[in-house]
C-alpha cells in the first residue's frame, strides 16, 4: 500500500527525511495528490503554489535545503500576512489586486529555516465574521470557524503540517476547536506582527496551527530564533489547574460540558490538583471590555476601507459604527479596568501556584455554515490579558470535534506548551475523527 506521508506530523516528515526513508518530491507528491481530492469539498487555499513551481524552488537551492533545519517542507500562512510577490487579499475585494513585495516576519523565518511556503489560506474578511468559501473536512455543510478557516481546515485535513493564523478574538482557538487539530496562541507581543495585517492593536496575535505540539514547540523555536531541540521544558509531576465552564458567557453545548467534565476528572485521577476558578465575573467583564476595545480599534485602522461601504459586509460595517459611536474616554477606561482586572488574575495565578486553567475552546461542535462562523466569547477575555492558549481536540460529538483549551501564565509558553504535550499524549490517542 501507498505510504500516506500527508498524514504525518513535521516532526516525523523531518526524521522520515533524515533517515533517507523519503525524499522532499515524494512527500510533496502526497500532500499535493491530498489536495487534489480534498480542495473542492474543502476550500482550505486561497492561493496554492503549483507542484512544479514547488519542486522547481527546491531543486534550484537543494543544498541548502537539505541542510535546513526544515529541509524543504511546507508551510501554510493566513490571506491576512504578507507575502512577497503573492497576493494577500484579506479576505476582501477591496485588496483583490493587492500583491506585497515583502514577507511578514513569521514567513521570513520559516523561509530561512528552509520552509517553503505551498500558499495562502482563506480568511473571513478581514479576519472578522464574513465567510468565505471554506468548509468544515468533517462536514461540509457546517462551519470551520473563523477568522483563519482556511489554515484550520487545511491542517486538519493534512494538507499541510503547519499553517499560521492571526487571533484578536478567537480566530485561532475557535477554529482548530472545531475542525480538530491543535491551535496555539503565544503571549501577548510574544511573536513579531511585521506585515501582518493590523485588526485591533492590543489584541491581535500571530497563531500556529498544527496536528502535534511537538511541531508547534519546533516552529515556535525558529521564529524566536531559539535551539531547534525539542526537549519540552520541565513539567511538574502534578499540575495545580482550575476549570472554567464557560456557562456564565453563553450557552455551552451539554457534549462540551461533558468532555471538560472528563478531561478534569482524568486529570485528578493522574494526581493533579483541581482548584475552584473564583474569577467568573471577571471574565464576564473582560469579555465585555474586549468587544468595546476591538471594535474602537478596528473603526480607526480600517479607515481605508470605510470610505468603500458598498465592498464591505454588514458585519464589518456594523462593527466599525458601534467603534465609531465609542468616544475616546470610555476605550481608555476600558483598557484601564482591562489592566485592573489582568493584575488580579495574575496575583491569583501566583499566590495559589496555578499552572493552567482549563476551559471550552469554542461554545461546542461548529455549527451549520447558515448560522455564521461561531461565537468567540470563550477566547475574547484571555485575548484582552494576552494570556498564552493552547486549544486540543479532546473530545468528539457525532463525528465532531470538540477542543478544549489551556491557558497558562504570560510568557510561560514553554511551559503551557510542555502541558499540552503530556495532555496529548496521555488523550489524544484515545480520540479518533473520521473525515467525510
Same mark, same amino acid.
Given at each position: ?182 491551535? $496555539?496562541?503565544?503571549?501577548?507581543? +510574544? ?5 501582518? #495585517?493590523? *485588526?485591533?492593536? !492590543?489584541?491581535?496575535? &500571530? ?96 479607515? $481605508?476601507?470605510?470610505?468603500?461601504? +458598498? ?5 464589518? #460595517?456594523? *462593527?466599525?459604527? !458601534?467603534?465609531?459611536? &465609542? ?110
Amino acid at each position: 500500500m501507498k505510504r500516506q506521508w500527508f498524514k504525518l506530523p513535521l516532526h516525523q516528515l523531518l526524521h522520515s527525511l533524515h533517515t533517507g526513508e523519503v525524499t522532499l518530491p515524494e512527500i510533496m507528491a502526497s500532500f499535493y495528490e491530498r489536495i487534489a481530492v480534498r480542495e473542492e469539498k474543502v476550500g482550505a487555499w486561497q492561493y496554492l503554489i503549483d507542484q512544479e513551481d514547488y519542486l522547481a524552488e527546491y531543486e534550484s537551492r537543494s543544498e541548502f535545503y537539505k541542510a535546513s533545519p526544515l529541509m524543504g517542507l511546507p508551510f501554510a500562512v493566513k490571506d491576512v500576512i504578507d507575502t512577497a510577490d503573492i497576493p494577500t487579499t484579506m479576505g476582501s475585494a477591496i485588496h483583490q489586486d493587492r500583491i506585497p513585495d515583502m514577507d511578514a516576519s513569521c514567513v521570513t523565518a520559516m523561509k530561512a529555516a528552509g520552509g517553503i511556503l505551498m500558499g495562502k489560506t482563506v480568511t473571513t474578511e478581514f479576519a472578522y465574521f464574513q465567510a468565505g468559501k471554506t468548509s468544515n473536512p468533517h462536514d461540509p455543510q457546517r462551519t470551520p470557524g473563523g477568522s483563519s478557516s482556511g489554515s484550520a481546515a487545511a491542517v486538519a485535513d493534512y494538507m499541510v503540517p503547519i499553517a499560521f493564523g492571526t487571533q484578536t478574538a478567537a480566530s485561532v482557538i475557535r477554529p482548530t476547536s472545531f475542525c480538530g487539530c491543535i491551535g $496555539y496562541v503565544g503571549s501577548k507581543n +510574544e511573536f513579531s506582527l511585521r506585515n501582518i #495585517q493590523p *485588526l485591533a492593536q !492590543s489584541l491581535d496575535s &500571530l497563531g500556529i496551527i498544527s496536528n502535534d505540539v511537538l511541531d508547534t514547540l519546533l516552529v515556535r523555536n525558529i521564529l524566536l530564533h531559539k535551539s531547534l531541540n525539542l526537549a519540552a521544558p520541565g513539567t511538574p509531576q502534578s499540575y495545580v489547574f482550575a476549570t472554567f465552564s464557560g456557562e456564565a458567557l453563553g450557552d455551552i453545548q451539554a457534549p462540551m460540558l461533558e468532555t471538560l467534565t472528563a478531561c478534569q476528572q482524568a486529570l485528578q485521577e493522574q494526581g493533579h490538583q483541581a482548584i475552584d476558578f473564583p474569577f467568573v465575573d471577571a471574565i464576564t467583564e473582560l469579555t465585555a471590555l474586549h468587544a468595546q476595545i476591538m471594535a474602537y480599534e478596528v473603526a480607526r485602522n480600517l479607515l $481605508y476601507e470605510q470610505q468603500q461601504p +458598498e465592498a464591505l459586509s454588514t458585519h464589518m #460595517q456594523g *462593527l466599525m459604527s !458601534s467603534g465609531l459611536a &465609542l468616544p475616546y474616554k470610555e476605550y481608555i477606561i476600558a483598557l484601564q479596568r482591562a489592566d485592573e482586572l489582568k493584575r488580579s488574575l495574575l496575583q491569583w495565578f501566583e499566590r495559589e501556584q496555578v499552572d493552567f486553567i482549563l476551559a471550552p475552546a469554542a461554545a461546542g461542535v461548529a455549527p451549520s455554515k447558515t448560522e455564521g462562523t461561531g461565537a468567540p466569547f470563550m477566547s475574547r477575555a484571555w485575548q484582552l490579558v494576552g494570556l498564552p492558549v493552547v486549544s486540543l481536540p479532546l473530545g468528539y460529538h457525532q463525528k465532531m470535534p470538540l477542543g478544549l483549551q489551556l491557558i497558562g501564565k504570560p510568557h510561560q509558553d514553554d511551559l503551557l506548551l510542555s502541558q499540552a504535550l503530556q495532555l496529548q499524549q496521555r488523550f489524544l490517542g484515545a480520540v479518533a475523527a473520521v473525515l467525510v
